[in-house]
């Protein structure tokens, strides 16, 4: 796999971001580091602040496999979306430095689908892709994401699950090795988000990305990922592999491994209510 050089794709923008390769990055963001063949994300000694005593990342370290599929939780403002942007490379005006390495192919995704809502959703999936079958490749993504026959919507015709589809296919038309996901289903109602969670291990079963997904939700974690990983004082804290069979939520190991993810964000289970279970 490339490293190295980044490519970012998704959010509305199509714009290659500047490779950089230089072992530390200044405030001006810019990532690269060391290659590692087996690792898709590479992550060492990075820091991050915002003007604030403490810093909001302190020296992380992370590696992610390629096509291995990390959920990162930690508690409100412990710095996950921090992080997120700057393997993203959208941090260009934070100070910090550190060495990150990420693949060539890197898509995001956030909470709200960032669809252009002067752009037909076809059109949305596609932008900026310079390929000539494009129109075909992404009238293949809206089928993969349950969207067939709405290429020539508008955005504001989808529901919000529909329009979070939607980003999904315009972010893995692009093939990306890695694909960034901050609380991609949030904003969702929750049996959308039980079948957006069904889609999202499908198209990553398929299209085999490196995945960083940013979530509240420590089932939602544990249901999706092959790691979860916490961050508290701006380091990776914790760090699990889900080695379940099944992803069933009546699995007894579920509900261990739930009891000690939430112990890890300090929460304590019987003063939550209702099933979903968030940080
Ligand atoms: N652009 C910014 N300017 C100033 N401070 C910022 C900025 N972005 C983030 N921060 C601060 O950095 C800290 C980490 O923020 P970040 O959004 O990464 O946390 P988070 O873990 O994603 O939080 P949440 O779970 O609430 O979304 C917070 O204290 C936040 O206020």
């Not at 390769?21 to 590692?36: I, K, L, N």
Request: overall charge neutral; aromatic content about 4%; glycine content about 12%.
């Amino acid at each position: 796999m490339a490293t190295h050089a980044r490519g970012l794709t998704g959010a509305g923008t199509t714009t290659p971001a500047p490779t950089t390769t230089a072992g530390d990055t200044g405030g001006t963001g810019g990532t690269g580091g060391t290659g590692d063949a087996q690792a898709a994300v590479r992550v060492r000694n990075l820091h991050r602040s915002f003007n604030k005593a403490g810093g909001v990342l302190n020296g992380l370290d992370l590696d992610i496999a390629p096509g291995e599929f990390v959920a990162l939780i930690g508690r409100s403002g412990s710095g996950k979306s921090t992080l997120l942007r700057a393997l993203a490379g959208l941090d260009r005006d934070v100070a910090g430095h550190g060495q990150i390495t990420v693949p060539e192919s890197v898509s995001v995704v956030f909470q709200d689908s960032r669809l252009l809502p002067w752009r037909r959703v076809l059109d949305n999936v596609v932008l900026g892709l310079k390929v000539k079958v494009a129109a075909e490749r992404g009238t293949q993504a809206l089928a993969e994401v349950g969207l067939a026959g709405r290429e020539k919507a508008w955005p504001y015709e989808l529901s919000g699950g529909e329009q979070q589809r939607a980003s999904l296919a315009r972010s893995l038309v692009r093939e990306p090795q890695l694909l960034l996901a901050d609380e991609p289903f949030g904003a969702l109602d929750a049996l959308t988000r039980i079948k957006m969670h069904v889609l999202l291990r499908r198209l990553c079963e398929v299209h085999r990305p490196a995945v960083l997904l940013v979530t509240h939700d420590v089932d939602e974690a544990i249901v999706l990922a092959d790691r979860v990983i916490m961050l508290d004082d701006g380091v990776v804290r914790t760090d699990v592999r889900i080695d379940l069979e099944s992803r069933s939520q009546a699995d007894p190991r579920f509900a261990e491994l739930r009891s000690f993810l939430l112990a890890e964000l300090g929460v304590n289970e019987e003063t939550l209510p209702g099933q979903r279970i968030a940080s």
